[in-house]
């Protein structure tokens, strides 16, 4: 079977991703607004478990705990504080945007890069009291 | 035609002043949580190493065991709103939709309802 002479000579998506189309800051502060939301609900689902088990005595909060403390248990704490820094920092830009202000150009971009830098300032801020102390 | 009054007509077709409740209360509750969250989290930052009996210790301080519950209620109607949003966006049969949306909040309701019990057990037992 011979080619159609007007076959596509071109890269097609998912191959625009990141080699022809450039990621923007907002869209991409965006959808991880929402997917840290999504996120956090999960966690807040793990908050509960938690919780419950401390309810349930000693030996239910220790099954529970050692997955906790373990070292999976420990990233997934540590990306849920992030998460929860993110979407809380990002959260703070969308109440500032609710009241009308800061919807330049500069000022949206200003706005992504300070929440991005102080959800990891606030990340480590928190990791570093649970084991420095 | 119609013998009905254009101010027959109109009536009952207005808004029924519901329209931004639910963009308003998403609003109200995330402020809420912004200063409950982070109290939250460098709290128990500060239990890191902390066994079965120091965590109990914790949890049944009154001004702790409060803080949580507000904590715990805010923040599962937040992300009832929240999932409510995302479901509402992007599941497009009508019957899976209507379905899902009323499975989540059964679910955030059973697990505020457990989460808050739970503290209030052992605040209180």
Do not use: C
């Not at chain 1, 990891?120 to 084991?131: G, Q």
């Not at chain 2, 709290?43 to 949890?59: M, Q």
């Amino acid at each position: 079977m011979s080619t159609p002479s007007s076959a596509p000579n071109r890269p097609l998506s998912p191959f625009m991703l990141g080699q022809y189309y450039r990621f923007q800051l907002t869209s991409v502060l965006s959808f991880l607004h929402r997917l840290t939301g999504v996120g956090l609900s999960l966690g807040a689902a793990l908050l509960a478990l938690w919780l419950i088990a401390l309810a349930g005595g000693p030996w239910m909060y220790a099954a529970v705990a050692r997955h906790l403390t373990a070292w999976y248990g420990q990233v997934l704490l540590f990306g849920f504080t992030w998460a929860l820094m993110y979407h809380l920092g990002n959260g703070i830009r969308h109440l500032v945007w609710d009241f009308g202000y800061a919807f330049s150009m500069k000022a949206v971009y200003a706005g992504g890069y300070i929440v991005a830098a102080a959800s990891l300032l606030l990340t480590a801020a928190v990791w570093a009291l649970a084991y420095a102390i | 035609m119609s013998l009905r009054s254009p101010l027959g007509r109109a009536r009952g077709l207005g808004s029924a002043k519901q329209g931004v409740h639910h963009f308003w209360v998403q609003r109200v509750s995330s402020a809420a949580l912004v200063p409950l969250s982070l109290w939250f989290v460098f709290s128990v930052a500060r239990l890191h190493g902390a066994d079965y009996a120091a965590v109990k210790h914790w949890v049944s301080a009154p001004s702790v065991a409060v803080a949580l519950v507000l904590f715990l209620a805010t923040l599962f109607y937040h992300s009832m709103l929240g999932v409510q949003v995302v479901i509402e966006d992007y599941v497009g049969h009508e019957g899976a939709r209507l379905a899902s949306l009323v499975l989540s909040k059964f679910v955030h309701a059973i697990l505020a309802a457990a989460s808050i019990f739970a503290v209030l057990k052992v605040a209180l037992g």
